[in-house]
């Protein structure tokens, strides 16, 4: 199994940044990809990144390209997501998963472990 420990939301202005953590451990050497998706209030959960785990290979939601950017520390399990420039519409929770399969990275369906979730509030 894997284990994923996510840190890093808060609150923050528009227009500002925030950088999000994921910690895997466990039987890490199984997973295609990490992804970051997030749920607003009254909204489905939706996709925001992904990447590749052994190309670093990367997809973006098209409402954050430009300005969030996914990325990984092999050695050490761990992924990130840079959020800069951020809107009101950024305000979510925001989850870190894995998926075991190479195909599928933008689906809900396709990952098969995903951390706490963490708040990220943007206020205008």
């Known amino acids: 199994q894997v284990q994923l420990v996510e840190s890093g939301g808060g609150l923050v202005q528009a227009g500002g940044s925030l950088r999000l953590s994921c910690v895997a451990s466990g039987r890490t050497f199984s997973n295609y990809y990490m992804g970051w998706f997030r749920q607003a209030p009254g909204k489905e959960r939706e996709f925001v990144a992904a990447?590749?785990?052994?190309?670093?290979?990367?997809n973006y939601a098209d409402s954050v390209k430009g300005r969030f950017s996914i990325s990984r520390d092999n050695a050490n399990n761990t992924g990130s997501l840079q959020m800069n420039s951020l809107r009101f519409e950024d305000t979510a929770v925001y989850y870190c998963?894995?998926?075991?399969?190479?195909?599928?990275?933008?689906?809900?369906?396709?990952?098969?472990?995903w951390g706490q979730g963490t708040q990220v509030t943007v206020s205008s």
């Open positions: 990447i590749r785990w052994n190309t670093g290979y990367t």
């Open positions: 998963a894995t998926s075991n399969r190479d195909y599928g990275f933008r689906s809900l369906s396709s990952y098969d472990y």
